[in-house]
């Protein structure tokens, strides 16, 4: 039996295990410590009222045999697929078909999953730094990608590369870097992935957070975007449903690739083939809370927790900024980028937070060269913690 020898290429562990690894290790030592996480990026608030009634609901109709369910549509309902149809594309001016999403259990699920439709052959790119996952199923399958970075000197914010690629992932607002990508830039995108035949895949994850309404939330909000572009969106972060789990993926009917033959072929039938035969679809219980997410009450209580969230990153931004750090980030994510203190690597960083300040962070290295000097902290957790951390990070390195 021979293994994937793809594997091999892989750094020892994902980034987010590690973290785990080194912060048991410092509580095994120090046991009457208080650390404070403020490195992986899940909620703390639980699941707004809306949501939970919900999702009862659900529950009691799974334990009626009028109202069971069971298998259901591996694309999504349609009371969920129309829901985010309405609100997340036609309030926005973008018509998507119901056909054209595909409701899952995670984007760090698609965001791996997709690259299956590609060649083996084909050209990745993805920014950097960014979220791990895109280099990393993509180097399990075979390819390496290129990385195209992001600096203090763009924004973190890259310009598209000179030589053309058949694939390129972008994040906006970006993870781990907390900005977001404007208008202007977005267009510069679109239109070189139509001039260079290249799939985009925009993970707009963090869409809920942008505050600025010139700022767009959809890539299908750029002109020409529907013939190049696939859309990820979660419900995790937007919603709080980092411990339920469901998101969905838009892969429009006129974004087409080429088969071995030179003949084009829709990239949206193919990842319906692909999403039937793989996935049995979210459960019935998670879409109800789902679409819950959009309904008045609902729209008003996650709204809330984001702006609660938001609130979290702009006490981190302006107090580290007053400490005397580089900041970044912060205003439309719930992310702040930090250059590191004195220079230090960023793993050196974490563990003098860790050891100094009982404060986990996440080391920028994690997310690619061009992460290293730099450190991100998150925004999800309750006020106290995140008073009590800045305090403890001002008395260490202010």
Known sequence: MR????????????LFPEIGRRVRAYQAAHPDAKVIRLGIGDVTEPLAPAIVEAMHAAVSEMGERATFKGYGPEQGYDFLI????EHDYQARGVDIAGDEIFVSDGSKCDSGNIQEIFAVAARVAVTDPVYPVYVDSNVMAGRTPM???GNEANGFQPEPPKEPVDV??????NNPTGTVATRTQLEKWVAWAKANDTVIL??????????????????????GAKDCAIELRSFSKRAGFTGVRCAFMVVPKTVTGLDPSGKRVSLNSLWARRHTTKFNGASYVVQRGAAA???PAGLQQTNAQIAFYMENARLIREGLTAAGFTIFGGVHAPYVWLRTAGGATSWDFFDQLLDKAQVVGTPGAGFGPAGEGYFRLSAFNSRANIEEALGRIRRVFG
């Open 3 to 14: 293994i994937n020898e793809h594997y091999a290429k892989l750094p020892a562990s994902y």
């Open 82 to 85: 129309d829901a985010i149809r």
């Open 147 to 149: 990385l195209i970075e």
């Open 168 to 173: 390129v992932y972008l994040c906006s607002p």
């Open 202 to 223: 925009f993970d707009a994850a963090y869409e809920g957070y942008i505050s600025d309404p010139s700022l767009p939330h959809s890539i299908y909000e750029i002109p």
């Open 293 to 295: 997410a959009y309904s």
